[in-house]
T-cell receptor
């Protein structure tokens, strides 16, 4: 099973809302990732958690706040977003060793009004 | 700074034809990945290449890696419509920090 599950699939929020994106994997992977992908562009790395610790933070604005409650779950808390934050948000996981292939979830399509 | 460049960015080809997508990267890296993305969908892992001269094949797709030239190729043999998608190469800047090329949008026409 190489499944990474993301919820919700679609999200519309206003600029004053607080919402959270969720990601779950049961492959025993110890690294989990958040990416942002704008239309017709490649994914851009936002955050990496390795063994439940934040290991990479790509200078993402503080209105995005990641959280890794345990090795299977990854959240992305959203607050006071801007319309330009509208994008597809992808979660991925990998085993953090060997081939370290990242397996991606289906994504959350976020629209900020 | 790691740069990953793909070309072409757009590729329209007829069924049955062969073509190659190129991926150049600017610094040494342990791994080179190829992913496929269908419109509105997530990314699917195709290949990971680890060493110089590595070649991997799956169906009509074959990927190769030349670490000295910092070049990977994705060769498409006898294209079919089902191969229409965007193909990304990606390189680890450091472990777990994967950087993508811009993507090649492939359209296979009957």
């Amino acid at each position: 099973d190489t499944e990474v599950t993301q919820t919700p699939k679609h999200l519309v929020m206003g600029m004053t809302n607080k919402k959270s994106l969720k990601c779950e994997q049961h492959m025993g992977h110890r690294a989990m990732y958040w990416y942002k992908q704008k239309a017709k562009k490649p994914p851009e790395l936002m955050f990496v958690y390795s063994y439940e610790k934040l290991s990479i933070n790509e200078s993402v604005p503080s209105r995005f706040s990641p959280e890794c409650p345990n090795s299977s779950l990854l959240n992305l808390h959203l607050h006071a977003l801007q319309p330009e934050d509208s994008a597809l948000y992808l979660c991925a996981s990998s085993d953090d060793r060997g081939l370290n292939i990242q397996y991606f979830g289906a994504g959350t399509r976020l629209s900020v009004l | 700074e790691l740069k990953v460049e793909q070309n072409p960015l757009f590729l329209s080809m007829q069924e049955g034809k062969n073509y190659t997508i190129y991926c150049n990267y600017s610094t040494t890296s342990d791994r080179l990945y190829w992913y496929r993305q269908d419109p509105g969908k997530s990314l699917e892992s195709l290949f990971v290449l680890l060493s110089n001269g590595a070649v991997k094949q799956e169906g009509r797709l074959m990927a190769s890696l030349d670490t000295k030239a910092r070049l990977s190729t994705l060769h498409i043999t006898a294209a079919v419509h089902d191969l229409s998608a965007t193909y990304f190469c990606a390189v680890d800047r450091v472990p777990n920090d994967m950087r993508f090329g811009a993507g090649t949008r492939l359209t296979v026409k009957p």
